[in-house]
Each structure stands twice: as C-alpha cells, then as structure tokens.
C-alpha cells in the first residue's frame, strides 16, 4: 500500500467515527428536547407558569449579586464624574433595573394579571 491509500483509509475510518459522533449527538439533543417540552407541557397543565420555578429563585438571587457588584463602581464614576446627581442617576439606573425583574417575574406587583389569569 502507498502512503495515499493509507491516508483515505484513515480518512475513511475518522469520517465514519464523526458520523457517529454525529448521531450521538443529535440523538442526546434530541432526548433533551422532547424531556423539556414535555416538562413545559406539564407545568402548563398544572397551570404554572412555564418558566418560573426552581431557577426563578437562582435568577433573582443571581441579578441581586450582579447589581451590588457593579454598582460600586457605577456609584463611583457616577459620583466621580457628576457628584450627587451622577451617584442618585447611578442607582436610579441600578433600582430601575431591578424593578424591571421583579415586575417580570410577578405581574402583580405593579398590579397587572398573570397571563395564565385570563382563563
């Protein structure tokens, strides 16, 4: 054999290894999938909200660290470069972001229904 018929066998064996790498990898998302929506489908049915649950804990958690950590230094650039109306602006900013998420994630808080309501 020559050094060519070598390297297309090769090549042969690793195309035939990606292709079922391939359909590994295809079949777990796939499996994934079909586990997620039908974990959405019975959140529906039980009449929960599809989203919210054990990760909405982690996500409020989450921008509550993130927003203490940056407002720091966002309160000092603010105060830095504007004095008392830059670090007021600053956490203003940083306020607004959090009430954004928490009206997201509980309508009732600025007195709007939950979608799930309407039924």
Do not use: H
């Not at 919210?52 to 950590?69: N, Q, T």
């Amino acid at each position: 054999m020559t050094a060519g018929a070598d390297i297309v066998d090769g090549l042969r064996d690793s195309d035939s290894f990606l292709e079922k790498v391939d359909q590994r990898i295809d079949g777990a998302v796939e499996r994934r999938l079909r586990r997620t929506l039908a974990e959405q489908r019975m959140q529906v049915a039980r009449g929960n909200r599809p989203g919210a649950g054990a990760d909405s804990w982690a996500e409020r958690f989450g921008l509550a660290v993130v927003s203490l950590v940056l407002a720091i230094p966002l309160s000092a650039i603010g105060a830095y470069n504007a004095g008392l109306s830059g670090l007021l602006i600053s956490w203003g900013g940083v306020v607004g972001v959090n009430l954004v998420q928490a009206a997201r994630t509980n309508p009732a808080l600025l007195g709007r229904r939950r979608p799930s309501d309407d039924d």
